[in-house]
């Protein structure tokens, strides 16, 4: 974290830009108040990039529009009805909201919006301290009503008046509690996870679109963790996401077993690192880390103690898959995500056993196929799934993938194993066979690939004596 000092010089450098410092004229021409809030203010004194822009004004979305429009490269006024007007100024994307003090209704998921008449109001109905700082402008004086930069300096997450007050505006800010924890690695004060606890059910309001996009910001953090954590202990997590608070399975002397929850954020936490290691340069990679998170969903179903103590959850992989699939819908993902996540579950299992008796160039064919664009997150989902201490077993587990990968990138070299198909189409099939197109044709196709995934490169004449003899026994 940088200085007082230093952080100031940053907020009035940002300031002075030439962009920034027209607005700011333009709205005191015009008799408004402007100021640069929130996080762009908390991110400055963090030493963190400040990159889009918050502004809040005593100015109504019709005068912002006017202020603004003669020089802005764009505008647009998609945020209009809650008082926002977004605009390009050069190198800045900012967001100028009129002051607010709206708040929720008890049984509304949509805030009633209220417009504010001062910049310490609007600060004061901020979700957390640290976000209810501003700059203002042109003066460049900060402004910090309920003490944000002390709590940014002790990383100390607390609400700027009572937390009751803060999530009875709007529920969403326990999720988002959870989130900043995990972005900031800051302690959320006891007071505030209390609330948190003690008013879970208030988020019952919120919209699912809205839960998911925390979801995906606390998920798209280096660390998830700590906010996790946060959602299962206070039970917003059974609200919002039930199938994680449900791993915490029963653990009692006679079934000895791994603590299903804590072995889900360990991998959680391995598939972020090695999400680093190997795409350092890409975003992360949220479909990853849903999968990993909930790639263990099924145990509890399938939980059975046999005779003698052992402990299985046979199929777990498929009916986590179903699970998974379910809760996604319900959150609103999109159906690219949503089938993804649950493919990654279900093949999160084939891997093991590997290692006992290595496949052979068939099974690691029909592996690549099933995985298809997905080999490169269930190579990280299932290293990431071995979480043991015995380091012997973790040892050979790591090399036998290994081997995998090396034997997959082998193959792929000779066979372009990524687009394997049929050495014969549908047209060539129906020509040799005689054939109109019908369900023979695909029982012919399917057959082909099959002694493709078998056999590799077939060529022409081997396909076709092969389909010959399939089709005339096939009569028979």
Do not use: C
């Amino acid at each position: 974290m940088e200085s007082v000092a230093e952080a100031v010089t940053r907020l009035e450098a940002l300031a002075a830009s030439a962009p920034l410092a027209a607005l700011a004229e333009r709205f005191e021409a015009a008799g408004h108040e402007l100021a640069l809030v929130g996080g762009p203010v908390r991110d400055a004194f963090l030493g963190r990039a400040v990159n889009d822009l918050d502004l809040a004004t005593s100015a109504r979305p019709d005068d912002i529009i006017r202020i603004v429009k003669p020089v802005a490269d764009a505008h647009w006024d998609i945020g209009r009805a809650f008082g926002t007007i977004g605009a390009r100024l050069g190198p800045h994307t900012v967001e100028i909201t009129t002051y607010r003090a709206d708040a929720y209704s008890p049984d509304s998921r949509k805030p009633e919006v209220a417009f504010g008449d001062s910049l310490e109001g609007d600060l004061i109905r901020r979700d957390f301290t640290i976000n209810a700082m501003a700059l203002r402008l042109p003066a460049r004086t900060l402004v910090d009503p309920s003490g944000g930069l002390d709590d940014l300096f002790a990383r100390r997450l607390m609400t700027p008046g009572s937390p009751d007050d803060s999530f009875g505006d709007d529920p969403l800010r326990m999720l988002r509690a959870a989130r900043f924890a995990a972005q900031l690695q800051v302690d959320v004060d006891p007071a505030v996870v209390e609330a948190m606890s003690r008013m879970r059910e208030r988020l019952a309001i919120i919209s699912a679109e809205r839960v998911r996009d925390e979801l995906v910001k606390l998920l798209s953090t280096t660390d998830p963790r700590r906010g996790l954590s946060l959602l299962v202990d206070t039970g917003l997590a059974a609200i919002v996401l039930p199938e994680l608070p449900a791993l915490r399975l029963e653990v009692d002397e006679h079934a000895h077993h791994k603590d299903v929850y804590e072995h889900s954020l360990t991998v959680l936490e391995q598939a972020i690192e090695l999400e680093a290691e190997r795409t350092p340069e890409a975003a992360p990679d949220v479909v990853l880390r849903l999968a990993a998170l909930l790639h263990d969903i099924g145990k509890p179903a399938t939980k059975r103690v046999e005779p003698g103590g052992a402990v299985t959850f046979h199929h777990h992989d498929v009916v986590g898959a179903k699970l998974a699939r379910k809760r996604l819908t319900a959150l609103r993902f999109d159906k690219e995500t949503i089938t993804a996540v649950s493919r990654l579950i279900e093949l999160h299992l084939r891997f093991f056993g590997y290692s006992d008796a290595p496949w052979t160039d068939s099974g690691v064919r029909r592996y690549v196929r099933d995985a298809d664009a997905l080999l490169e997150r269930l190579h990280i989902l299932t290293r990431a799934d071995v979480t043991t201490r015995n380091r012997r077993k973790e040892a050979r587990l790591r090399g036998a993938y290994d081997e995998l990968e090396a034997r997959i990138a082998a193959l792929a070299e000779r066979e372009e194993l990524q687009s394997i198909r049929p050495d014969l189409d549908g047209e060539q099939i129906m020509a040799l066979l005689d054939l109109r197109p019908g369900p023979i044709v695909g029982e012919a196709y399917r057959f082909l690939l099959e002694q493709r995934l078998d056999s590799g490169p077939l060529g022409a004449d081997e396909a076709e004596r092969r389909l010959r003899a399939w089709y005339a026994q096939r009569d028979e």
